[in-house]
Each structure stands twice: as structure tokens, then as C-alpha cells.
């Protein structure tokens, strides 16, 4: 069956140090990526977006990596604030998806100063 | 230049009632889509309309959920005889153009959401 998993358990990290949040799919063909950030009671907002034959994309202290062998994608917040405290989604655009964007259900970041 | 809006922001109806849930996409777009968040979960796809058209319902129940998005005015997501189960945040992004594999662009501007709670 098709699966996009994200860590369900909230990330604690120290300000300063270096975010990594993970995105695994099973059996998707995604044409890209996207990765989203939700605050409490908001809606997500689009962070960046990454293309299947795209290994990595910077914006700002963002960076996201996309293995299509591992069927992965990493998602860096370097030099976190307690700012970045979020849900962080991902979303995966498959080939055969038609219009429909799939999302993962998303990991909490918590970033203590 | 206003973001997605949606109305109301809060929405409690009993049992058996009904739900309308409203959106105004940014002003340029005329792709809509709605989504559904449960507690703890992702957002779940249920339609995607442009103006006048249903696209895409794959992810709508088939029954008591209907959405339409009209030539003028919002966007309606409809929920008739609601039940406990549809206790969710509903949420509606909206685009200038269709997803595609082509555009180095391609993303959804989202909405605050509304907050269906069924008692």
C-alpha cells in the first residue's frame, strides 16, 4: 500500500543545533516534493519544493535533501531558533496523482533556548 | 493582497445538522482545493474545483459531502447531517494554476481552516 511516514513523535532540540526531520514514501513515483510548515491553528505554509532529479535545495537555514533510491527526504533547519517550533509536513506530488497533493502526517519540532 | 480566507473560523453544529464552510481563494487563483485534518493526523485530500467545475473528488465521501465553487463568490464545502466523526479541521488552499509536473512554482496557498466540532 502507499505510505508517506513521517516521525510522529516530537523532535526536542537545543537553539542553536541543527534540525533534521524525515520523510519516507512506499510505493509512490513522486515528480516532486514540498515541505510545509503548520503552526497551532493555522494552516500550512509552503517552505520549499524539490524535484525528482533535484538532490538538494537551500533556503536560507532551510536545506532538503531528496534520495529517490531510499525514497527519503531530509528536511535541516540549521542554527534553530525557538522560532522554527512547528509541525513540519511533507507532501509528495506522484506521477500518476492527477491533481492531488498526498501529505504525511507531519513532526513537531520543539526548539528549547 | 489578501491571503486565502475561509469562514467561519469556528463552527459547532449538533448531530444531524448542517455544516457550510466557506472559501475565498487569493485573488488571481481559480483553483481551489479542500482538505481535512483529523487530531494528530495529515491532511487528507477531498476536492479540487475550479471555477464553475468539480475536477477531482476522489477524496470526498460520497455521501452528505458535496463542494461546488460558483462563477462568483466562495467556494462552499457542504456537509449535511453531520455526525461526530466529522469533528475536524477542513482546511482550503488555492493555486493561480493547476499542479503540474512542469512549473518550478508549483504550490498551494492555504487557508486558516475551520474548525467543524459536532456535539
Known amino acids: 500500500s502507499q505510505k508517506i511516514e513521517q516521525n510522529s513523535e516530537a523532535l526536542n532540540i537545543q537553539e542553536g543545533k541543527t534540525a533534521t526531520l524525515t520523510c519516507n514514501y512506499t510505493?509512490?513515483?513522486?515528480?516532486?516534493l514540498q515541505w510545509y510548515r503548520q503552526d497551532p491553528g493555522r494552516g500550512p505554509v509552503f517552505l520549499l519544493l524539490i524535484r525528482e532529479n533535484e538532490k538538494e535545495k537551500r533556503k536560507e537555514r532551510l536545506k532538503v535533501t531528496f534520495d529517490t533510491t531510499l525514497k527519503q527526504s531530509l528536511f535541516h533547519i540549521t542554527a534553530s531558533q525557538p522560532a522554527d517550533s512547528a509541525t513540519y509536513l511533507c507532501?509528495?506530488?506522484?506521477?500518476?496523482?492527477?491533481?492531488?497533493?498526498?501529505f504525511g502526517g507531519g513532526t513537531r519540532l520543539m526548539v528549547k533556548p | 493582497n489578501a491571503g486565502v480566507m475561509q469562514n467561519p473560523r469556528h463552527l459547532v453544529r449538533r448531530r444531524g445538522q448542517e455544516a457550510r464552510l466557506r472559501c475565498s481563494p487569493m485573488?488571481?487563483?481559480?483553483?481551489v482545493y479542500w482538505y481535512r485534518q483529523l487530531p494528530e493526523e495529515g491532511l487528507k485530500f477531498m476536492v479540487y474545483l475550479q471555477k464553475e467545475n468539480i475536477i477531482d473528488e476522489s477524496g470526498m465521501p460520497k455521501e452528505r459531502f458535496s463542494a461546488e465553487f460558483p462563477k462568483e463568490g466562495p467556494s462552499i464545502l457542504r456537509i449535511q447531517q453531520v455526525v461526530r466523526g466529522d469533528s475536524a479541521a477542513y482546511f482550503c488552499?488555492?493555486?493561480?494554476?493547476?499542479?503540474?509536473?512542469?512549473?518550478?512554482?508549483?504550490?498551494?496557498?492555504f487557508g486558516p481552516g475551520t474548525r467543524l466540532t459536532v456535539l
Open positions: 510505493n509512490y513515483s513522486p515528480a516532486y
Open positions: 507532501a509528495l506530488y506522484p506521477y500518476n496523482a492527477g491533481n492531488m497533493l498526498t
Open positions: 488552499a488555492s493555486s493561480p494554476r493547476a499542479l503540474s509536473l512542469g512549473s518550478q512554482t508549483d504550490t498551494q496557498y
Open positions: 485573488k488571481g487563483h481559480s483553483h
